[in-house]
Structures are given as C-alpha cells and as structure tokens.
C-alpha cells in the first residue's frame, strides 16, 4: 500500500506516473531506508518541510547505486500528485534552492511543453551554487541555472530519462510561446540610450566651444584657417611625394619581381638540363653495360663453337685414321691376293701398264696430298679447297 500511486491521480503521457522513473530505480528507491522512514505517509503539505532538509541534489551512487533523498522525494511526489499551484509556489521559492530545483525536476516530468518553458526559462537568471552527488558517490559544485539549462535541452537528468519536449522555436512558430525576452534587455536599453545621449551632448559641447571662439576673436579665426590652409598644402605636397615614392617602390619591386622570375625560370631550366645530362649518363652507362654483356656472351658462345667444332675434328680425324688403316690392310690385303691371283700374261700386261701409269698415280696423289683437298674430313677438305683458292697453305 505504502508504493501504490494515489487512486485519485491523473495518468500522465498516458501511464502511471510512476512509471516515469525506471523500474530498476524505482525498485531501489522503494528498498531504500530514506524512502522507508522518511518518505512513509507524506503529503502535499508535509513535503515541503522535507524538501527544506535537502542539502545536495542527485540520482544514484555508490557500488550498488544507491538512489538519493533529492530522488526519493521526487518519487514520492510522483506517488501523490499535488496539484500544479503547490508545483508552481516550489519554482518559485527563493528562499530555499532545493526546493526549487525538486519543483523544476518535477514540473519537467509531468507538465506540458508550454509549461516547462514559461516557468523554468526565469530560472536561467539563478547564479546560486549547488552541491551535486555523483555517481562515483563524491559531491561536485554546480549552479540553479546549469541544472535548468540540463533539464531543457538534455535527455538524462539524475539517472532519469526525461521526455521530449518541443523546441522553443516550434512552439513560437505555432503562437504558443512568445518570444523571449532577456532580463538584460532593459539593462542594454538604458546603456545604448545614455551612450547616445553622451554623444549629443558631447557634439553640442563641441559646437557650443566653436561659436565661443569664433565670436570672441575673428583675428584668431582666421590664423586657424589660415594654418588649416598651411597644413592642408603640407598634406598634399607629402601625399604627392608619398605617391611618387610609392611609384618608385613599386616599380623597383616589379622588377625585383621580374628578376626573381626571370632567376627562377633560369634555375628551373639548369636543373631540367642536369637531370636530362644525369639520364643521358645512365642510359650510356647501361646501353655499354649491356654491350660488354653482349660480347662475352658472343665469346663465350664462340668458344664453345670452337671447341665442339675441335671435338667434332678430332673426331673425324680418328674415324678417318681408322678408315686409312682400314683401306690400307685392305689394299695390301688385296695387292697380296692379286699378285698370287693374276695369270702370267696378265701380270705381265699389268706390270707394263703400271710400270707407265705408276708414274702419273704418284704425281696425282702427291698432287693431291699437296692440296689436301682430298682429306677424308669433308670440313677440312672443304677449309682446304677454299685456302688453295686464296692461295693458302691447306690444313693438315
């Protein structure tokens, strides 16, 4: 019974109001000593003489968020709903801040949005200081009109998440609210109003000085017009010769301008020429690098042609050895059988005829010894045949 909302409140935004607090927080406050002891049984009337005992304002602290009085009370005004003048006698109580401030806090929960505007914007010109607990369970200074500055444009407010409201440009638009008007405004008034009036007063002084002086000596009129004069036609000749000078600067420092261009431009083009040089030197440097790489491949692809072709040689040269030997056991062989073979008659013949051709046999096979066009190696012979037309000695 002690945590049932009174039966004769009004629900607020369509709940309970209670049920503006969260649950989890409302449980807390409901398991709370302060809420048990203190809170039990409170009316409208009786409210205010706890709300006069506050000293700091907060939502919870602590490990285990612990919900303070400042909120305990707010929750039990919530539970009995007084009714909007008691609400309005809290904001605008002067002697006790607290009891402003849970007030405020209250009216920004359950009032409407015109509401919460036309009675917390005054509390904007409350410098007084407050004592706030924070979560971490240490106490902070703060001032009435940064908490009422909070609750109009934050959405969290002492653990509590507050509902939105309209912004006060809409509600302008609408013709709701009018505009607002500072406390200040009327202090700015009265100083532009004295500051104009010091500035006609102090022109009036000025020609009230000069009518003096022109009426009580004319002689001393015109010695002030006529050093007016004199210093006029000083002026002129120092701004002619001022004109002159800065002519003269200024053409000097056109033509430092073109020089330091015309240097610039000079730097640029050494700078392109150098790193044109420097690649130029590269690509030499490679092109030669990629010269001598390509002549000792060259070499070495002609070393090995020559050996291979060396190796082909001396094996021919050894094949043909062979087949010498060869031809010559075979010829012996075949003289031998020849001579026990040949009839008298024709051996007699054969001994005539070869006894005239043996002659020209000789100077042919000298003749081709000689040329060594007949090697049994047909590249050599082939060497052989193209030296004798250069007229060479043949390879042997």
């Not at 050996?307 to 010829?331: A, L, T, W, Y």
Request: net charge positive.
């Amino acid at each position: 019974m002690a945590n049932r909302t009174d039966p004769a409140a009004k629900s607020i935004r369509g709940t309970n109001p209670q049920n503006l607090v969260e649950k989890i927080l409302r449980s807390k406050i409901y398991q709370n000593t302060y809420w048990k002891e203190q809170c039990f049984g409170l009316t409208a009337e009786t409210l205010v003489d706890k709300a006069m005992e506050l000293d700091h304002l907060g939502g919870t602290h602590g490990g285990n968020r612990k919900p303070t009085p400042f909120m305990c009370l707010v929750m039990k005004m919530l539970q009995i709903q007084p009714e909007k003048e008691i609400v309005i006698e809290f904001i605008k109580n002067d002697d006790y801040k607290y009891v402003r401030i849970l007030g405020a806090f209250y009216l920004r929960l359950t009032g409407t949005d015109v509401d919460v505007y036309r009675y917390l914007e005054p509390l904007y010109n409350d410098y007084r200081k407050l004592r706030q607990k924070l979560p971490e369970g240490k106490f902070s200074l703060t001032h009435v009109d940064e908490v009422i500055d909070e609750l109009l444009t934050k959405d969290y407010s002492c653990d509590i998440a507050l509902p939105r409201i309209k912004k006060r440009w809409t509600l302008e638009t609408l013709g709701s609210l009018e505009p607002r008007r500072s406390v200040l405004e009327d202090d700015f008034e009265e100083e532009e109003e004295k500051e104009e009036n010091d500035q006609l007063d102090g022109l009036e002084d000025e020609a009230h000085e000069k009518d003096y002086y022109r009426g009580r000596s004319p002689a001393r009129e015109r010695d002030r017009d006529r050093r007016r004069d004199r210093d006029r036609y000083r002026e002129r000749d120092y701004d002619r010769d001022y004109d002159r000078d800065y002519d003269r600067e200024r053409g000097r420092g056109r033509d430092r301008d073109r020089d330091r261009d015309r240097d610039r431009d000079r730097d640029r083009d050494r700078d392109r020429d150098r790193d044109r040089d420097r690649y130029r030197l590269r690509d030499e440097k490679d092109y030669g690098r990629d010269r001598e790489r390509d002549r000792e491949w060259e070499g070495r692809e002609r070393e090995r042609r020559d050996r291979d072709r060396g190796r082909r040689r001396s094996h021919s040269r050894s094949r043909s050895r062979s087949r010498d030997r060869k031809d010559r056991e075979g010829g012996e062989h075949r003289k031998r059988h020849a001579r026990s073979s040949t009839s008298p008659r024709r051996r007699d013949g054969a001994e005539e005829n070869g006894t005239r051709e043996e002659p020209r046999k000789k100077k042919e096979r000298k003749e081709k010894k000689e040329d060594g066009t007949d090697h049994p190696d047909p590249e050599i012979a082939e060497a052989n045949r193209l030296r004798a037309s250069l007229g060479l000695k043949p390879l042997k």
